[in-house]
């Protein structure tokens, strides 16, 4: 089966040119379920494998106390590879077609309040030096573009735009979209810039670097940003996507047009962006239990 895996995620990569990790997992689960199929049924012709093996998978995979969101990627990622298998005529029946995806229980974004991410941005917790000059500007830019964490890593000199006070990431599916920024945060990345210019080992173009030169990575932006959520606030995640869910609702909250938003965030469907109005209607209940008499 390894060709036929290797074939498609090939497509994902250069045809629908998903990223990296998106291909990873595609790759990840269906060799998990190709190694399930070996294990149960020895070798199965890819023709002979129907929804009542691929039932028996999810089965095992519910057994295994496995989440209804992972099981659902996991059915997602079998439609499509089954597509794929279709339109290049490598099956000639899909046996998805009978299987039905579990619902997820809706969880609402996790966002860090709008108190606490003043008190982070105006208390000198970030040191006078160039670590402490990047750490800024990375807690900065996600909390006042909403971008995620690979779109702030791509980005590039050239994605900074000071005379429009803009700057462009490059989002899921290698989708380019503008992003407006604040005269703070655009004077903010010129310094950064400027300062980072006087660099001498610099091997890359990216705007975030190290000291040494060397671009950052993902490791660096997630602890960077768990350690100074961790100084405000006691939510339970304290990751890089958090600060994306708190610019959105924060945006929102104040009266934020949802359609600007989901442009704002890259996102290709509407409905991606109304879990955050969700968040918005907490904010309205707990509003009116402490204001109206009869709460």
Do not use: W
């Given at each position: 089966?390894?060709?036929l895996?290797?074939?498609?995620?090939?497509?994902?990569?250069?045809?629908?040119?998903?990223?990296?990790?998106t291909?990873?997992?595609?790759?990840n689960?269906?060799?998990?379920?190709?190694?399930?199929?070996?294990?149960?049924?020895?070798?199965?012709?890819?023709?002979?494998?129907?929804?009542?093996?691929i039932?028996?998978w999810?089965?095992?995979?519910?057994?295994?106390?496995?989440?209804?969101?992972?099981?659902?990627?996991?059915?997602?990622?079998?439609?499509?590879?089954?597509?794929?298998?279709?339109?290049k005529?490598?099956?000639?029946?899909?046996?998805?077609?009978?299987?039905?995806?579990?619902?997820?229980?809706?969880?609402?974004?996790?966002?860090?309040?709008?108190?606490?991410?003043?008190?982070?941005?105006?208390?000198?917790l970030?040191?006078?030096?160039?670590?402490?000059?990047?750490?800024?500007?990375?807690?900065?830019?996600?909390?006042?573009?909403?971008?995620?964490?690979?779109?702030?890593?791509?980005?590039?000199?050239a994605?900074?735009?000071?005379?429009?006070?803009?700057?462009?990431?490059?989002?899921?599916?290698?989708?380019?979209?503008?992003?407006?920024i604040?005269a703070?945060?655009?004077?903010?990345?010129?310094?950064y810039?400027?300062?980072?210019?006087?660099?001498?080992?610099?091997?890359?173009?990216?705007?975030?670097?190290?000291?040494?030169?060397?671009?950052?990575?993902?490791?660096?932006?997630?602890?960077?940003?768990?350690?100074?959520?961790?100084?405000?606030t006691?939510?339970?995640?304290?990751?890089?996507?958090?600060?994306?869910?708190?610019?959105?609702?924060?945006i929102?909250?104040?009266?934020?047009?949802?359609?600007?938003?989901?442009?704002?965030?890259?996102?290709?469907?509407?409905?991606?962006?109304?879990v955050?109005?969700?968040?918005t209607?907490?904010?309205?209940k707990?509003?009116?239990?402490?204001?109206?008499?009869?709460?």
């Open positions: 089966m390894q060709h895996i290797s074939g498609f995620t090939d497509y994902l990569q250069f045809e629908k040119r998903y990223s990296i990790h291909v990873q997992a595609y790759q689960d269906l060799e998990q379920f190709f190694l399930f199929i070996r294990s149960q049924f020895d070798q199965l012709d890819i023709q002979a494998i129907s929804h009542i093996h039932r028996s999810l089965a095992q995979l519910k057994e295994m106390d496995t989440g209804s969101r992972s099981i659902n990627r996991k059915i997602s990622t079998l439609k499509s590879f089954y597509k794929f298998l279709l339109k005529e490598l099956i000639t029946s899909n046996p998805m077609g009978k299987i039905i995806s579990p619902k997820n229980a809706k969880r609402l974004p996790v966002f860090v309040n709008e108190g606490n991410m003043a008190n982070l941005m105006e208390q000198p970030f040191s006078d030096d160039f670590k402490g000059k990047t750490d800024k500007l990375i807690l900065e830019l996600l909390y006042q573009t909403g971008m995620r964490r690979a779109e702030l890593l791509g980005l590039q000199l994605s900074f735009d000071p005379s429009n006070k803009t700057v462009k990431v490059l989002g899921k599916g290698n989708k380019e979209r503008l992003i407006p604040q703070e945060l655009c004077m903010l990345l010129q310094e810039i400027n300062e980072r210019s006087n660099i001498e080992s610099l091997t890359h173009s990216h705007i975030l670097t190290f000291e040494n030169g060397k671009p950052l990575y993902e490791k660096y932006i997630y602890v960077t940003v768990k350690k100074y959520l961790s100084l405000i006691t939510v339970d995640k304290k990751s890089p996507h958090v600060l994306r869910h708190t610019f959105a609702t924060h929102l909250n104040k009266g934020a047009d949802l359609n600007a938003v989901k442009e704002l965030l890259g996102h290709a469907n509407l409905s991606a962006t109304q955050y109005t969700h968040n209607i907490e904010k309205l707990e509003v009116y239990k402490k204001a109206h008499p009869k709460a």
